[in-house]
């Protein structure tokens, strides 16, 4: 571990070194890289500094004690290592888990896909809350939110929605929120007070930047039409609306929001090069792909990995058995501590079987 630590520590300071140097600092895309890159390496190096420094202050003490003949100086340096003793295996984990490899992708925006699943018109509602709770959760984070398509109830449901998410880390965030979510609640159209079960599945991709995904444009079918939707505003007098499908997956992305042409096929191609990228992510991994299909499956209650149980306001997220009481604020986008616990175990997972090939 220590020579990783201080081959990170020389690439840190070669990155500050360049950085500084008048023909990067003059080429905005390779210091933002660069940038990026040195970002990145900071907490692992700032960890290993006070690591070194906890270390040094701990064998000094162990070396005084061997040494020392003096009861009280004894007593001082016994004291400073069961002080220190717990600090340095502290930060010994915590460089442990900064040198856990990261995925490639971590740093993108994403593209969120939210679709209501078993459950009629409550599905919908739930998907619309599951919307709404992702929204409020980027804009704590400072990430903004762009709207790409939906299809609603006209009763405040949502039948599908798409959107992303642009912000530093935002797919290393949300990643673990792909799958089925099930909702347990009293439906408001319920008179005789009866708990119904719905559910609604989530999809989160990395979006795609334009080296990631390389497709021939003679691959793809471009369909306009006229769009649908409730009325008034929302249905075009023009044919708007774009269906591009991609011939050789079968992929199909339908964008009909906006009254341009133009921006719904922008829309169009965005999300269907972020659905490439996710299969291709897909194929690298295997046991990604068997993961996110078993998470995600038909939308039908029985499969699930988190339950919003609104009787009795509680929580499980069912892949590491998490439970927690405050479901309003959560649904408000308070959702942090859930994804710092689904974070750990996964880094818990990846430092085990690191471990195990060394």
């Known amino acids: 571990m220590i020579d990783k630590l201080e081959s990170i520590e020389a690439n840190f300071k070669e990155l500050t070194d360049k950085l500084s ?58 004291l400073e290592i ?17 040198l856990v490899p990261k995925d490639e992708d971590d740093g993108k925006n994403t593209i969120f896909e939210i679709r209501a699943g078993t459950g ?20 704590r984070q400072g990430w903004k939110c762009e709207l790409m398509s939906m299809n609603d109830t006209g ?11 642009q912000g530093a880390g935002a797919f290393g965030k949300l990643k ?7 909702v347990q609640r009293v439906p408001q159209t319920e008179a005789a007070g009866r ?23 003679n691959d793809l079918r471009i369909d306009v039409f006229r769009s649908s939707g409730p009325g008034g505003q929302s249905v075009n007098t023009t044919d708007s609306a774009v269906r591009v499908t991609h011939l050789p ?23 269907l090069k972020a659905r490439l990228l996710d299969n291709a992510r897909m194929q690298r991994d295997k046991d990604r792909a068997e993961n996110r299909r078993s998470q995600v499956g038909s ?3 029985s499969e699930r990995i988190r339950t919003y149980n609104f009787p009795q306001q509680r929580l499980t997220d069912h892949r590491i058995n998490l439970t927690v009481y405050r479901l309003n604020e959560i649904i408000d986008g308070d959702i942090d501590d859930i994804i710092a616990a689904l974070t750990e175990a996964d880094n818990l997972r990846k430092l085990a079987e690191a471990e195990e090939d060394v």
Do not use: W
Not at 61 to 73: H, N, V, Y
Not at 84 to 98: G, I
């Open 195 to 217: 708990v119904h079960t719905s559910a609604a599945t989530v999809a989160v991709l990395p979006e795609a930047e334009d080296v990631d995904v390389d497709f021939d444009e």
């Open 299 to 301: 939308g039908d209650r």
């Open 249 to 271: 997956s079968g992929i199909m992305v339908s964008c009909q929001d906006e009254k341009s042409q133009h921006k719904n096929k922008a829309k169009a191609l965005r999300i």
């Open 155 to 165: 009763i405040g449901g949502i039948k599908e929605v798409v959107f992303s998410v």
């Open 176 to 182: 673990f929120e792909s799958g089925v979510h099930r």
């Open 82 to 98: 069961t002080e220190l003793q717990p600090e340095v295996e502290k930060l010994d984990a915590r460089l442990k888990f900064l």
């Open 120 to 139: 009629g018109d409550e599905a919908a509602l739930f998907a619309a809350d599951l919307y709404r709770m992702y929204s409020r959760y980027a804009e």
């Open 21 to 78: 140097n008048p023909k990067v600092i003059g080429n905005q895309a390779e210091f933002q890289r660069l940038a990026k890159r040195r970002a990145e390496l900071e907490p692992v190096v700032e960890a290993y500094h006070q690591y070194c420094a906890m270390l040094q202050s701990l064998n000094g003490a162990r070396q005084m004690l061997e040494a020392e003949k003096d009861p009280e100086m004894r007593e001082m340096a016994e």
